[in-house]
């Protein structure tokens, strides 16, 4: 402890504000944990108040570092939690695969998302859906992949994915994705702008989009 | 023994008496009960002795002495009441000479008595167990010239002793008097502080003061030049603080007032089996509530008894019923409790497929039980019977209070009441008591955490300034870095053992209301070093104070909070806003934004009244700007 590592990024990376969003018991800490640490605890305590963990993500020789905000899911924190949205960069809305009302849920999330973060356009913020829990039996599934895929449609959000944190499977994927989504929706508000055109490659992250399960969603 | 020969008048006595405070060659006595004398002594020149003795010295006295030294008096006490035989062992007695006491302090409803030195220190304290001291007080009044202190009313300060008139003549200097209580310059201070504010009233408050001591004391000519010397003093200090601040005339008195020293608070045995058999009656009733509380307070329970207790301090049980009572009660609350939990248990499948919140409540609780304390023995492994227990309580909850519901964090609270007691019904009534505690923690505008946050900021702003300061310079005044230590009172930074520890102390209400928060300011001001120094922003602290879960080593932090308790308590600037925080009277001459005064750019959360929320939120919102 008295080692006191400096919690600043030491290099200049982007530093970009990730905030996972969802029900309560659909993951966000696991994710978080899975991603940053790449460790999963099953019995992991739910959290209460805010944590945020730092990790640094490679993305076409470009270094980012992402500060991810994990945050208590039960309505009545409410108060507390959403002042931590503003100054955000990325939000990630979970549900569990496994819980239908969780995936439901995720409108609620959208828009307190959107009220609290003071976005000023709503279209072009980079959302990300992720539903985690993949690793459930297809008994216990109540969310199709195709229902996902049309509630992104229908909210005009152009990334999600299916994870498991317990599994590992898509998460290091997701947080990418994330990031990629946020590189495009930058690279539009800058066009639209009509300034610094040439900083970023557009097709190439679009093509990785491509990759993902949502492709028939991505927006051009 | 020499003092048997020895003549003793005794003036006054009172059982009951625990003691609390005590000079070191006595500190053996802590924490005891027994009984408490005025003594005077005809043939050694009329000296008085405030006396007290432990209640086992009477009973035992046929023990002999080198016993008594190595045999701990806690371990042996036992209940006796009833007027006390004439003692013979005498030689035992805590004994403090008159002469060497100054002042006294009443408090906690005239059921704390504080002797003082006159020079800063506490001499001796004792706690009444069986009704106050007014009794003492009528005594002491009868045999001693005092005054009320005007700066405390509970304190009473001794001019002099009307029947030992050659003492009249010694040196009796200006601070002797006691009028200005332990520090003269504090009084300056305050004068000082307030002239620029309130020239008049200043001055006119400071010549009354002058007045008093004029009027009643008869050797006013002598005082003169102290007086003299201490306007002096105080007129030097204004053009001082005016001349070299000043560019607006009536605000840059800098002076920040400092808090007494910080003393070292030892941490007690824990109550033992013995001590807690010892305060019940044969009926099983506890007598001395306060005694209990402050032995627990003091050094915790130990943990052959730790179950039964918990039942006390958490309202299952009654301090003053009979075994007969409590069986009765338990009877009661055994069936109140399966009523209840047949309640929810009876919902058919068409019943909860119409009641959201019902099943909501359900499926969170399904959830949350799943990841409570699984690392603990107790709660792991799959299928763990304990688990099912721990849902079946917090479920019969949700339709005890079905207002207040499942709220993250209860299961956390729940946890090591369900681990001690080990019994579905007792956990659940513990459960309950503890929650009537807490349940503002749970609001559902959670206006019971905010408002936690912004006293546990003024206490921080009164402590050190300087600190609170920094907090509001980067963005953290609002304080949510504490957070979860304050919601579920320190559950996920510490051990199971460490946290039943730290829990039953903040049951006991003592030294104060809201002594968790003072456990947070301890922790806070061993952790400012390293936020100031390494320059930590918002972020940064609130990460610092997260990964402080697991390194916090409870008994030194509550040690510290009790010092820094009395520091603040005994401090000559306390304001009304940090009095209405730790539960004392409100004196209405300072005003509750006070500790504006102290940091003046927190003004945005201190203030009070409708304006709460607002500021609340602003802040917080600010730090994310």
Known sequence: MSGRVNMRPTNKNALLKVVILGDGGVGKSCLMNRFVSNHFDEHSFHTIGVEFLNKDIEIDNESYTLQIWDTAGQERFKTLRTPFYRGSDICMLTYAIDDKSSFRNMNMWKNEFLYYADIKENSSFPFIVVGNKSDVSIEEREVSQLELETWCNENGIASCIETSAKNASNVQEAFKMAVQHWLRAESRADRTECTYSDTVDLSKKQSDVRNSCCAGATDD | ?625
């Open chain 2, 1 to 625: 023994m020499e003092d048997n020969q020895e003549e003793v008048l005794e003036i006054f006595t009172q059982d009951g008496v625990l003691i609390t405070t005590a000079p070191a060659t006595y500190i053996h006595y802590l924490n005891n009960v027994g009984t408490l004398l005025i003594v005077e002594y005809p043939n050694s020149n009329l000296t008085r002795c405030i006396e007290w003795k432990p209640l086992d010295l009477t009973i035992d006295s046929d023990v002999q002495d080198q016993e008594w030294t190595v045999v701990s008096t806690v371990e042996r006490r036992r209940t006796y009441s009833g007027s006390l035989p004439v003692d013979v062992n005498r030689s035992k007695h805590l004994k403090i000479n008159m002469n060497d006491i100054k002042s006294f302090r009443v408090s906690h409803k005239n059921q704390k008595l504080t002797f003082r030195d006159g020079k800063g220190d506490n001499v001796c304290s004792f706690i009444f167990q069986h009704g106050n001291c007014d009794g003492l007080i009528a005594v002491l009044k009868g045999i001693l010239k005092t005054i009320v202190s005007r700066r405390d009313k509970h304190v009473y300060c001794i001019l002099d002793d009307i029947k030992n008139p050659e003492r009249q003549q010694l040196d009796k200097s200006f601070a002797e008097l006691n009028l200005f209580q332990e520090q003269s310059s504090a009084y300056v201070w305050k004068f000082v502080k307030n002239f620029p504010n309130r020239p008049y009233e200043a001055t006119m408050e400071a010549f009354s003061k002058i007045t008093d001591i004029v009027y009643r004391g008869p050797e006013h000519r002598l005082m003169d030049s102290e007086v003299h010397n201490i306007l002096h003093r105080s007129l030097e200090a204004i053009e001082n603080n005016t001349t070299t601040h000043s560019h607006d005339e009536y605000e840059l008195i800098a002076h920040v007032p400092r808090l007494p020293a910080l003393k070292e608070y030892p941490r007690g045995r824990p109550l033992s089996f013995e001590q807690w058999k010892a305060l019940q009656d044969s009926e099983g009733q506890v007598e001395d509530v306060e005694a209990v509380k402050l032995v627990i307070f003091r050094g915790g329970i130990s943990s052959n008894v730790r179950k039964e207790v918990w039942k006390y301090l958490l309202d299952y049980y009654r301090w003053k019923c009979s075994h007969a009572e409590q069986q009765n009660l338990i009877k009661q609350r055994n069936e109140e409790y399966f009523i209840m939990k047949l309640q929810w248990r009876s919902m058919t499948k068409i019943q909860e497929d119409n009641f959201t919140d019902y099943r909501e409540r359900k499926s969170l609780i399904e959830k949350d039980v799943n990841r409570t304390d699984r690392t603990l023995d107790y709660f792991a492994g799959d299928n763990n019977p304990n688990l099912q227990v721990l849902y079946d309580i917090l479920m019969t909850y949700a339709m005890y209070n079905f207002d207040l519901g499942y709220v993250q964090g209860m299961s956390d609270l729940l946890s090591p009441i369900l681990y001690l007691m080990n019994n579905e019904v007792e956990a659940f009534w513990c459960f309950v008591g503890f929650m009537n505690k807490v349940s503002s923690n749970f609001d559902m505008d959670q206006a019971g955490m905010k408002e936690q946050l912004q006293h546990l900021h003024t206490l921080t702003a009164f402590y050190d300034p300087e600190f609170a300061n920094y907090l509001y310079k980067h963005d953290s005044a609002n304080m949510f870095f504490c957070f979860r230590w304050l919601l579920v009172w320190f559950k996920r930074e510490l051990s199971q053992q460490d946290v039943m520890r730290l829990w039953e102390v903040l049951w006991t209400d003592l030294p104060c209301q809201n002594f968790h928060l003072l456990i947070c300011v301890a922790i806070l001001d061993t952790e400012k070093n390293i936020l100031m120094e390494n320059n930590y922003g918002f972020t940064e602290i609130l990460k610092h104070i997260n990964d402080l879960s697991g390194n916090i080593d409870i008994s030194t932090v509550i040690s510290k909070a009790e010092g820094m308790y009395n520091q603040i308590v005994d401090a000559e600037h306390l304001t009304d806003a940090v009095r209405l925080i730790i539960g004392l009277p409100i004196l209405g001459n300072t005003s509750i934004v006070d500790s504006k005064e102290a940091s003046p750019d927190i003004s945005d959360l201190t203030t009070n009244g409708d304006t709460d929320e607002v500021s609340y939120e602003n802040a917080l919102t600010h730090s994310f700007l």
